[in-house]
Protein backbone atom coordinates (compact mmCIF):
# COMPACT_ATOMS: atom_id res chain seq x y z
CA UNK A 1 0.00 0.00 0.00
CA UNK A 2 1.55 3.63 -1.27
CA UNK A 3 0.87 6.70 0.21
CA UNK A 4 -1.53 8.77 -2.41
CA UNK A 5 0.59 11.96 -1.95
CA UNK A 6 2.86 13.75 -0.10
CA UNK A 7 1.93 17.28 1.93
CA UNK A 8 3.98 19.89 0.32
CA UNK A 9 3.81 23.69 0.39
CA UNK A 10 2.08 24.15 3.61
CA UNK A 11 2.95 26.40 5.92
CA UNK A 12 4.99 25.16 9.38
CA UNK A 13 3.24 25.12 13.01
CA UNK A 14 2.93 28.72 14.20
CA UNK A 15 3.34 28.11 17.64
CA UNK A 16 5.70 27.75 19.89
CA UNK A 17 6.30 31.78 19.45
CA UNK A 18 6.43 34.87 21.80
CA UNK A 19 3.29 36.88 21.15
CA UNK A 20 4.78 39.68 23.52
CA UNK A 21 8.25 39.99 21.69
CA UNK A 22 7.27 39.04 18.44
CA UNK A 23 5.06 42.71 18.58
CA UNK A 24 7.34 45.92 18.19
CA UNK A 25 4.00 47.87 18.30
CA UNK A 26 3.05 46.62 21.68
CA UNK A 27 6.38 46.80 23.20
CA UNK A 28 7.05 50.28 21.94
CA UNK A 29 3.73 50.83 23.36
CA UNK A 30 4.06 49.65 26.77
CA UNK A 31 7.07 51.25 27.50
CA UNK A 32 5.80 54.40 25.94
CA UNK A 33 2.78 54.53 27.99
CA UNK A 34 4.45 53.85 31.26
CA UNK A 35 4.69 50.23 31.75
CA UNK A 36 8.04 49.17 31.34
CA UNK A 37 8.06 48.09 34.91
CA UNK A 38 6.18 45.30 33.55
CA UNK A 39 8.45 44.28 30.44
CA UNK A 40 9.41 40.61 32.30
CA UNK A 41 5.69 39.94 32.95
CA UNK A 42 4.28 40.23 29.61
CA UNK A 43 7.61 38.52 28.49
CA UNK A 44 6.69 35.56 30.14
CA UNK A 45 3.08 35.69 29.24
CA UNK A 46 4.13 36.61 26.05
CA UNK A 47 5.43 32.71 25.86
CA UNK A 48 2.53 31.02 27.35
CA UNK A 49 0.37 32.78 25.08
CA UNK A 50 1.89 31.88 21.76
CA UNK A 51 2.64 28.24 23.24
CA UNK A 52 1.24 25.11 21.88
CA UNK A 53 -0.40 24.24 25.26
CA UNK A 54 -2.31 27.13 25.62
CA UNK A 55 -3.59 26.41 21.93
CA UNK A 56 -4.71 23.55 22.82
CA UNK A 57 -6.04 24.36 25.95
CA UNK A 58 -7.92 27.17 23.81
CA UNK A 59 -9.25 24.29 21.12
CA UNK A 60 -10.41 22.12 23.72
CA UNK A 61 -12.63 24.37 25.97
CA UNK A 62 -13.92 25.89 22.70
CA UNK A 63 -15.25 22.41 21.25
CA UNK A 64 -16.10 21.24 24.71
CA UNK A 65 -19.19 23.80 25.02
CA UNK A 66 -20.49 24.32 28.89
CA UNK A 67 -23.12 22.41 30.15
CA UNK A 68 -26.11 23.55 32.67
CA UNK A 69 -27.35 21.39 35.34
CA UNK A 70 -30.49 22.29 36.94
CA UNK A 71 -30.98 19.27 39.30
CA UNK A 72 -29.15 16.43 41.05
CA UNK A 73 -30.44 12.61 40.61
CA UNK A 74 -32.71 13.55 43.59
CA UNK A 75 -34.96 16.38 41.74
CA UNK A 76 -33.05 19.01 44.07
CA UNK A 77 -32.45 22.40 42.09
CA UNK A 78 -28.59 22.89 41.77
CA UNK A 79 -28.76 25.33 39.03
CA UNK A 80 -24.79 24.49 38.05
CA UNK A 81 -22.16 25.32 35.08
CA UNK A 82 -19.82 22.76 34.16
CA UNK A 83 -16.99 24.15 31.99
CA UNK A 84 -14.26 22.22 30.59
CA UNK A 85 -10.85 21.65 32.60
CA UNK A 86 -9.03 23.71 30.13
CA UNK A 87 -11.86 26.52 30.39
CA UNK A 88 -10.64 26.48 33.89
CA UNK A 89 -6.94 26.52 32.88
CA UNK A 90 -7.27 29.50 30.95
CA UNK A 91 -9.39 31.41 33.07
CA UNK A 92 -6.84 30.63 35.85
CA UNK A 93 -3.65 31.62 34.23
CA UNK A 94 -5.22 35.31 33.87
CA UNK A 95 -6.34 35.74 37.12
CA UNK A 96 -2.64 34.64 38.94
CA UNK A 97 -1.17 36.78 36.42
CA UNK A 98 -3.04 39.93 37.30
CA UNK A 99 -5.42 40.73 34.62
CA UNK A 100 -8.65 41.29 36.82
CA UNK A 101 -6.78 43.02 39.64
CA UNK A 102 -3.20 44.48 39.03
CA UNK A 103 -4.17 48.21 38.56
CA UNK A 104 -6.36 47.86 41.98
CA UNK A 105 -3.72 45.93 44.09
CA UNK A 106 -0.26 47.42 42.57
CA UNK A 107 -1.75 51.21 42.71
CA UNK A 108 1.36 52.41 40.81
CA UNK A 109 2.24 54.35 37.62
CA UNK A 110 1.17 52.09 34.60
CA UNK A 111 -0.43 49.50 36.19
CA UNK A 112 -3.51 49.60 33.61
CA UNK A 113 -1.25 50.30 31.27
CA UNK A 114 0.77 47.09 31.68
CA UNK A 115 -2.92 45.31 32.82
CA UNK A 116 -4.22 45.93 29.10
CA UNK A 117 -0.93 44.73 27.41
CA UNK A 118 -1.44 41.35 29.57
CA UNK A 119 -5.36 41.18 28.80
CA UNK A 120 -3.72 42.05 25.26
CA UNK A 121 -1.58 39.00 25.03
CA UNK A 122 -4.25 36.50 26.51
CA UNK A 123 -7.58 37.30 24.58
CA UNK A 124 -5.17 36.64 21.08
CA UNK A 125 -5.39 32.81 22.90
CA UNK A 126 -8.88 32.90 24.44
CA UNK A 127 -11.51 35.84 24.15
CA UNK A 128 -13.83 33.81 26.24
CA UNK A 129 -11.75 33.72 29.65
CA UNK A 130 -11.67 37.48 29.21
CA UNK A 131 -15.71 38.31 30.01
CA UNK A 132 -15.15 37.44 33.56
CA UNK A 133 -12.03 39.00 34.14
CA UNK A 134 -13.35 41.89 32.36
CA UNK A 135 -16.09 42.29 34.67
CA UNK A 136 -13.92 41.27 38.18
CA UNK A 137 -11.51 43.96 36.73
CA UNK A 138 -14.42 46.54 36.37
CA UNK A 139 -16.50 45.33 39.40
CA UNK A 140 -14.07 47.31 41.60
CA UNK A 141 -14.80 51.17 41.13
CA UNK A 142 -18.83 50.50 41.49
CA UNK A 143 -18.40 48.66 44.59
CA UNK A 144 -15.90 51.55 45.87
CA UNK A 145 -19.13 53.82 46.68
CA UNK A 146 -20.13 51.39 49.18
CA UNK A 147 -16.94 51.01 51.55
CA UNK A 148 -18.68 48.00 53.30
CA UNK A 149 -19.25 46.08 50.25
CA UNK A 150 -15.75 47.12 49.19
CA UNK A 151 -13.57 46.38 52.27
CA UNK A 152 -15.41 42.49 52.12
CA UNK A 153 -14.79 41.69 47.76
CA UNK A 154 -12.30 43.99 46.25
CA UNK A 155 -9.23 42.18 48.17
CA UNK A 156 -11.37 39.15 47.23
CA UNK A 157 -11.39 40.22 43.30
CA UNK A 158 -7.82 41.77 43.42
CA UNK A 159 -6.68 38.54 44.92
CA UNK A 160 -3.97 36.48 42.09
CA UNK A 161 -5.15 33.29 43.18
CA UNK A 162 -7.95 31.47 41.39
CA UNK A 163 -9.29 29.11 44.49
CA UNK A 164 -9.27 31.68 47.05
CA UNK A 165 -10.45 34.75 45.22
CA UNK A 166 -13.59 36.17 43.63
CA UNK A 167 -15.23 36.56 40.47
CA UNK A 168 -17.67 39.56 39.77
CA UNK A 169 -20.17 39.39 36.97
CA UNK A 170 -22.90 41.90 35.40
CA UNK A 171 -26.66 41.54 34.84
CA UNK A 172 -28.11 44.04 33.54
CA UNK A 173 -30.16 43.31 30.52
CA UNK A 174 -33.72 42.50 30.48
CA UNK A 175 -36.10 40.84 26.87
CA UNK A 176 -38.32 44.08 25.99
CA UNK A 177 -35.44 46.86 26.97
CA UNK A 178 -31.78 45.70 26.02
CA UNK A 179 -29.94 48.61 25.99
CA UNK A 180 -32.88 50.28 27.10
CA UNK A 181 -32.15 49.57 30.86
CA UNK A 182 -34.43 51.91 32.02
CA UNK A 183 -36.98 49.49 30.16
CA UNK A 184 -36.15 47.05 32.77
CA UNK A 185 -38.74 44.94 34.93
CA UNK A 186 -37.06 43.56 37.75
CA UNK A 187 -37.97 44.86 40.83
CA UNK A 188 -36.41 45.55 44.58
CA UNK A 189 -38.68 44.94 48.04
CA UNK A 190 -36.89 46.24 50.97
CA UNK A 191 -36.83 43.43 53.35
CA UNK A 192 -36.38 45.80 56.90
CA UNK A 193 -32.82 44.62 57.50
CA UNK A 194 -31.03 46.56 54.74
CA UNK A 195 -31.09 44.00 52.85
CA UNK A 196 -33.25 43.68 49.42
CA UNK A 197 -35.54 41.18 47.66
CA UNK A 198 -35.40 40.80 43.84
CA UNK A 199 -37.79 39.11 41.98
CA UNK A 200 -37.64 39.55 37.97
CA UNK A 201 -35.49 38.43 35.06
CA UNK A 202 -32.21 39.07 33.40
CA UNK A 203 -31.81 38.21 28.99
CA UNK A 204 -28.16 37.95 29.50
CA UNK A 205 -26.17 36.94 32.45
CA UNK A 206 -22.51 36.41 31.84
CA UNK A 207 -20.68 33.60 33.42
CA UNK A 208 -22.92 32.43 36.26
CA UNK A 209 -20.17 30.80 38.13
CA UNK A 210 -19.29 34.15 39.45
CA UNK A 211 -19.56 34.47 43.09
CA UNK A 212 -21.16 37.64 42.79
CA UNK A 213 -23.06 39.94 40.39
CA UNK A 214 -23.88 43.54 40.11
CA UNK A 215 -27.17 44.14 39.04
CA UNK A 216 -30.06 46.65 38.50
CA UNK A 217 -33.53 47.10 39.87
CA UNK A 218 -36.40 49.15 40.17
CA UNK A 219 -37.74 50.69 43.90
CA UNK A 220 -39.63 53.14 44.48
CA UNK A 221 -37.14 56.28 43.97
CA UNK A 222 -36.33 54.25 40.40
CA UNK A 223 -33.39 52.01 39.30
CA UNK A 224 -30.88 50.93 41.10
CA UNK A 225 -27.67 48.97 41.42
CA UNK A 226 -27.71 46.12 44.07
CA UNK A 227 -24.79 43.03 44.50
CA UNK A 228 -26.29 39.76 45.73
CA UNK A 229 -24.11 36.24 46.03
CA UNK A 230 -24.63 33.78 43.37
CA UNK A 231 -25.46 31.00 46.00
CA UNK A 232 -28.47 32.24 46.67
CA UNK A 233 -31.09 29.76 45.90
CA UNK A 234 -33.44 32.45 43.98
CA UNK A 235 -30.95 32.96 41.65
CA UNK A 236 -31.93 30.43 38.87
CA UNK A 237 -30.89 29.84 35.80
CA UNK A 238 -33.06 29.65 32.75
CA UNK A 239 -30.80 28.18 30.07
CA UNK A 240 -27.36 28.94 28.17
CA UNK A 241 -27.50 31.06 25.61
CA UNK A 242 -26.44 29.27 21.88
CA UNK A 243 -23.76 32.22 20.86
CA UNK A 244 -22.55 32.90 17.27
CA UNK A 245 -18.86 33.69 19.02
CA UNK A 246 -17.29 33.06 22.46
CA UNK A 247 -18.79 29.62 22.94
CA UNK A 248 -16.31 28.14 25.65
CA UNK A 249 -17.74 31.34 27.74
CA UNK A 250 -21.27 30.34 29.41
CA UNK A 251 -24.15 32.79 29.03
CA UNK A 252 -26.88 32.28 30.53
CA UNK A 253 -31.04 33.66 31.05
CA UNK A 254 -31.25 33.83 34.55
CA UNK A 255 -34.47 34.49 37.01
CA UNK A 256 -34.61 36.01 40.32
CA UNK A 257 -37.33 34.68 43.05
CA UNK A 258 -36.10 37.04 45.86
CA UNK A 259 -32.83 37.02 45.58
CA UNK A 260 -31.02 38.45 48.62
CA UNK A 261 -29.46 41.87 47.59
CA UNK A 262 -27.40 44.93 49.04
CA UNK A 263 -27.13 48.71 47.24
CA UNK A 264 -25.05 49.78 45.63
CA UNK A 265 -24.80 53.58 45.26
CA UNK A 266 -27.59 55.49 45.97
CA UNK A 267 -31.24 54.65 45.71
CA UNK A 268 -32.47 55.33 41.89
CA UNK A 269 -29.08 56.10 40.60
CA UNK A 270 -28.23 52.88 39.00
CA UNK A 271 -27.25 53.85 35.89
CA UNK A 272 -24.84 56.28 37.59
CA UNK A 273 -23.43 53.74 39.50
CA UNK A 274 -23.16 50.87 37.09
CA UNK A 275 -21.55 53.44 34.71
CA UNK A 276 -18.34 53.00 36.56
CA UNK A 277 -17.83 49.56 35.52
CA UNK A 278 -18.89 50.02 32.02
CA UNK A 279 -16.11 52.42 31.23
CA UNK A 280 -13.55 49.67 32.47
CA UNK A 281 -15.46 46.72 30.23
CA UNK A 282 -15.84 49.17 27.48
CA UNK A 283 -12.26 49.89 27.74
CA UNK A 284 -11.76 46.07 27.33
CA UNK A 285 -13.66 45.90 24.57
CA UNK A 286 -10.75 47.80 23.01
CA UNK A 287 -8.09 45.70 24.18
CA UNK A 288 -10.27 42.56 23.23
CA UNK A 289 -11.05 43.72 19.39
CA UNK A 290 -7.13 45.05 19.35
CA UNK A 291 -6.00 42.22 20.63
CA UNK A 292 -8.14 40.09 18.20
CA UNK A 293 -6.52 41.76 15.36
CA UNK A 294 -3.20 41.09 16.15
CA UNK A 295 -4.10 37.39 16.44
CA UNK A 296 -5.10 37.31 12.71
CA UNK A 297 -2.44 39.31 11.45
CA UNK A 298 0.45 36.95 12.32
CA UNK A 299 -2.21 33.90 11.28
CA UNK A 300 -2.34 36.09 7.67
CA UNK A 301 1.30 37.14 7.70
CA UNK A 302 3.14 33.45 9.30
CA UNK A 303 0.64 31.60 6.20
CA UNK A 304 1.74 34.17 3.22
CA UNK A 305 5.66 33.77 4.25
CA UNK A 306 5.45 30.04 4.00
CA UNK A 307 2.69 29.53 1.45
CA UNK A 308 3.42 29.19 -2.65
CA UNK A 309 1.59 30.07 -5.26
CA UNK A 310 2.80 30.59 -8.79
CA UNK A 311 6.22 29.36 -8.50
CA UNK A 312 6.43 32.72 -5.44
CA UNK A 313 5.40 32.74 -1.88
CA UNK A 314 2.33 34.61 -1.56
CA UNK A 315 3.93 37.40 0.84
CA UNK A 316 5.83 38.10 -2.76
CA UNK A 317 2.94 38.73 -4.58
CA UNK A 318 1.86 42.91 -4.84
CA UNK A 319 -1.62 42.40 -4.48
CA UNK A 320 -1.54 39.90 -1.49
CA UNK A 321 1.32 42.78 0.04
CA UNK A 322 -1.19 45.36 0.04
CA UNK A 323 -3.95 43.40 1.92
CA UNK A 324 -0.80 42.22 4.48
CA UNK A 325 0.51 45.75 5.22
CA UNK A 326 -3.13 47.07 5.30
CA UNK A 327 -4.03 44.68 7.47
CA UNK A 328 -0.82 45.05 10.02
CA UNK A 329 -1.14 49.63 10.04
CA UNK A 330 -4.55 48.58 11.06
CA UNK A 331 -3.55 46.37 14.10
CA UNK A 332 -1.05 48.83 14.79
CA UNK A 333 -3.36 51.70 14.65
CA UNK A 334 -5.70 49.81 17.38
CA UNK A 335 -3.15 48.72 19.50
CA UNK A 336 -1.29 51.90 20.05
CA UNK A 337 -4.90 53.52 20.59
CA UNK A 338 -5.98 51.19 23.04
CA UNK A 339 -2.76 51.48 25.23
CA UNK A 340 -2.90 55.68 24.71
CA UNK A 341 -6.35 55.38 26.06
CA UNK A 342 -5.25 52.87 28.82
CA UNK A 343 -2.58 55.98 30.09
CA UNK A 344 -5.68 57.88 30.89
CA UNK A 345 -6.84 55.55 33.41
CA UNK A 346 -3.52 55.39 35.06
CA UNK A 347 -2.96 59.52 35.37
CA UNK A 348 -7.31 59.47 36.32
CA UNK A 349 -7.74 61.75 33.33
CA UNK A 350 -11.47 61.89 33.62
CA UNK A 351 -11.93 64.15 30.57
CA UNK A 352 -10.22 62.25 27.92
CA UNK A 353 -10.60 59.17 29.59
CA UNK A 354 -14.52 59.23 29.40
CA UNK A 355 -14.29 60.52 25.75
CA UNK A 356 -11.50 58.82 23.66
CA UNK A 357 -13.62 55.25 25.60
CA UNK A 358 -16.96 56.07 24.10
CA UNK A 359 -15.06 56.85 20.25
CA UNK A 360 -12.27 54.53 20.60
CA UNK A 361 -14.88 51.40 21.45
CA UNK A 362 -17.02 52.08 19.14
CA UNK A 363 -14.11 52.56 15.86
CA UNK A 364 -12.07 49.26 16.75
CA UNK A 365 -14.46 47.11 17.89
CA UNK A 366 -16.35 48.04 14.83
CA UNK A 367 -12.92 47.23 12.52
CA UNK A 368 -12.30 43.89 13.78
CA UNK A 369 -15.07 41.38 12.48
CA UNK A 370 -14.06 43.47 8.88
CA UNK A 371 -10.02 42.77 9.72
CA UNK A 372 -10.85 38.64 11.32
CA UNK A 373 -12.53 38.57 7.47
CA UNK A 374 -9.86 39.63 5.75
CA UNK A 375 -7.68 37.84 7.35
CA UNK A 376 -9.19 34.81 7.40
CA UNK A 377 -9.17 35.53 3.68
CA UNK A 378 -5.45 35.45 3.37
CA UNK A 379 -5.76 31.20 4.34
CA UNK A 380 -8.04 30.84 1.91
CA UNK A 381 -9.54 27.42 2.44
CA UNK A 382 -7.44 26.52 4.90
CA UNK A 383 -8.65 29.57 7.05
CA UNK A 384 -12.13 28.22 6.77
CA UNK A 385 -11.79 24.87 8.40
CA UNK A 386 -11.73 24.73 12.08
CA UNK A 387 -8.02 23.38 12.64
CA UNK A 388 -6.75 26.31 11.83
CA UNK A 389 -8.69 28.64 14.02
CA UNK A 390 -9.60 31.53 11.84
CA UNK A 391 -13.21 30.70 12.17
CA UNK A 392 -13.04 31.09 15.85
CA UNK A 393 -11.27 34.05 15.72
CA UNK A 394 -14.52 35.23 13.48
CA UNK A 395 -17.17 34.07 15.12
CA UNK A 396 -15.53 35.73 17.73
CA UNK A 397 -15.25 39.35 16.16
CA UNK A 398 -18.53 40.98 16.56
CA UNK A 399 -19.02 40.75 20.36
CA UNK A 400 -17.02 43.90 21.36
CA UNK A 401 -18.67 46.63 19.22
CA UNK A 402 -22.66 44.18 20.65
CA UNK A 403 -21.15 43.95 24.32
CA UNK A 404 -21.33 47.39 26.47
CA UNK A 405 -23.27 49.11 23.68
CA UNK A 406 -23.72 47.86 20.16
CA UNK A 407 -22.65 50.68 17.43
CA UNK A 408 -25.25 52.94 17.56
CA UNK A 409 -25.60 52.98 21.07
CA UNK A 410 -21.74 53.99 21.73
CA UNK A 411 -22.02 56.63 18.75
CA UNK A 412 -25.11 58.25 20.11
CA UNK A 413 -23.37 58.17 23.94
CA UNK A 414 -20.25 60.34 22.06
CA UNK A 415 -22.75 63.02 21.06
CA UNK A 416 -23.90 62.98 24.61
CA UNK A 417 -20.60 63.55 26.12
CA UNK A 418 -20.38 66.12 23.62
CA UNK A 419 -22.80 68.59 24.91
CA UNK A 420 -22.91 67.53 28.23
CA UNK A 421 -19.05 67.12 28.99
CA UNK A 422 -17.42 69.37 26.56
CA UNK A 423 -13.86 69.12 28.04
CA UNK A 424 -13.87 65.72 27.23
CA UNK A 425 -13.99 66.62 23.45
CA UNK A 426 -11.51 69.54 24.24
CA UNK A 427 -9.21 67.15 25.65
CA UNK A 428 -9.64 64.49 22.61
CA UNK A 429 -8.97 67.45 19.81
CA UNK A 430 -6.31 68.60 22.12
CA UNK A 431 -4.26 64.88 21.80
CA UNK A 432 -5.18 64.86 18.02
CA UNK A 433 -3.54 68.10 17.85
CA UNK A 434 0.07 67.54 19.29
CA UNK A 435 0.52 65.60 15.23
CA UNK A 436 -0.15 69.23 13.47
CA UNK A 437 2.42 69.90 11.24
CA UNK A 438 3.55 66.44 11.31
CA UNK A 439 1.48 65.18 7.57
CA UNK A 440 -0.58 67.39 5.45
CA UNK A 441 -3.36 64.72 5.20
CA UNK A 442 -3.82 64.68 8.70
CA UNK A 443 -4.08 68.44 9.18
CA UNK A 444 -6.76 68.68 6.29
CA UNK A 445 -8.57 66.17 8.34
CA UNK A 446 -8.19 67.41 11.59
CA UNK A 447 -9.47 71.11 10.12
CA UNK A 448 -12.19 69.04 8.16
CA UNK A 449 -13.86 67.68 11.50
CA UNK A 450 -13.14 70.92 13.07
CA UNK A 451 -15.86 72.28 10.97
CA UNK A 452 -17.75 69.03 10.89
CA UNK A 453 -18.20 69.76 14.52
CA UNK A 454 -18.84 73.91 14.36
CA UNK A 455 -21.87 72.50 12.06
CA UNK A 456 -23.26 69.92 14.39
CA UNK A 457 -22.93 72.71 17.50
CA UNK A 458 -24.59 75.26 15.19
CA UNK A 459 -27.61 73.21 14.37
CA UNK A 460 -27.02 72.84 10.74
CA UNK A 461 -26.50 69.20 10.74
CA UNK A 462 -28.83 66.20 12.12
CA UNK A 463 -26.28 64.58 14.66
CA UNK A 464 -27.68 61.41 15.20
CA UNK A 465 -28.28 61.15 11.33
CA UNK A 466 -24.47 61.99 11.43
CA UNK A 467 -23.52 60.41 14.64
CA UNK A 468 -21.83 57.24 12.78
CA UNK A 469 -19.41 59.72 10.62
CA UNK A 470 -18.61 61.68 13.27
CA UNK A 471 -16.89 59.44 15.76
CA UNK A 472 -15.34 57.59 13.07
CA UNK A 473 -13.82 61.11 11.50
CA UNK A 474 -12.75 61.11 15.45
CA UNK A 475 -11.39 58.17 16.34
CA UNK A 476 -9.25 58.63 12.63
CA UNK A 477 -7.47 62.00 13.87
CA UNK A 478 -6.55 60.14 17.28
CA UNK A 479 -5.02 57.00 15.72
CA UNK A 480 -3.45 59.25 12.59
CA UNK A 481 -2.03 61.42 15.28
CA UNK A 482 -0.81 59.17 17.56
CA UNK A 483 1.21 56.58 14.44
CA UNK A 484 2.22 59.91 12.67
CA UNK A 485 3.94 60.79 16.30
CA UNK A 486 5.24 57.36 17.30
CA UNK A 487 5.28 54.83 14.71
CA UNK A 488 7.92 54.22 11.81
CA UNK A 489 7.19 56.79 8.93
CA UNK A 490 6.33 53.72 6.66
CA UNK A 491 3.33 52.83 8.74
CA UNK A 492 2.17 56.45 9.64
CA UNK A 493 2.46 57.47 5.74
CA UNK A 494 0.41 54.05 5.34
CA UNK A 495 -2.15 54.62 7.06
CA UNK A 496 -2.81 58.38 6.54
CA UNK A 497 -2.57 57.68 2.76
CA UNK A 498 -5.68 54.63 3.19
CA UNK A 499 -7.59 56.35 5.46
CA UNK A 500 -7.05 60.11 4.93
CA UNK A 501 -6.41 60.96 1.82
CA UNK A 502 -8.58 61.02 -1.57
CA UNK A 503 -7.11 58.10 -2.46
CA UNK A 504 -8.55 55.78 0.71
CA UNK A 505 -10.41 52.65 -0.51
CA UNK A 506 -13.78 50.96 0.99
CA UNK A 507 -12.02 47.67 1.77
CA UNK A 508 -8.65 46.39 3.07
CA UNK A 509 -5.96 45.96 0.60
CA UNK A 510 -6.20 49.05 -1.14
CA UNK A 511 -3.50 51.21 -0.05
CA UNK A 512 -2.52 53.69 -3.06
CA UNK A 513 0.68 53.38 -4.89
CA UNK A 514 3.71 54.32 -2.74
CA UNK A 515 3.41 52.89 0.33
CA UNK A 516 6.69 50.73 1.73
CA UNK A 517 4.71 47.51 2.14
CA UNK A 518 7.51 45.58 2.84
CA UNK A 519 8.50 47.59 5.34
CA UNK A 520 5.53 47.43 7.29
CA UNK A 521 4.84 43.91 7.01
CA UNK A 522 8.62 43.17 8.22
CA UNK A 523 7.34 44.98 11.31
CA UNK A 524 4.37 43.74 11.78
CA UNK A 525 6.02 40.13 12.35
CA UNK A 526 9.63 40.20 12.49
CA UNK A 527 11.31 37.35 10.48
Known amino acids: MRDTHEVTNQPPPLRPYNSYSADPALR ?9 WAQAALEECGALAGSVEAWEHAERAERNEPRLVTHDRYGHRIDRVECDPSWHWLLREAIERGMAGMPWREQRPGAHVARAALFFLWTQVSSGVMCPVSMTYAAVPALRVEPQLAERWVPLLTACDYERGALCGMAMTEKQGGSDVRANTTRALPVGDGSWELWGHKWFCSYPPCDIFLTLAHTERGLTCFLFESDDPGFRLVR ?34 IIRMVNHTRLDCMIGSAGGMRAGLVEALHHARHRRTFGRRLVDWPAMQNVLADLAIESEAATIATLRVARAYDEEDAPLRRFATAVMKYWICKRAPIHAAEALECLGGNGYVEESGMPRLYRDAPINSIWEGSGNVAALDVLRAMSKEPAGLEAFLEECERARGADQRLDRHLAGLRGHLARLARGELDAQWAARRTVEDLALAFQASLLVRHAPAAVADAFCAGRLSDERGRVLGVLPAGVDAAAIIERAYPT
Request: negative net charge; proline residues 2%.
Open 28 to 36: EAVAREGAS
Open 240 to 273: LKDKLGTRSLPSAEVEYWGVRAQMVGAEGEGVKT
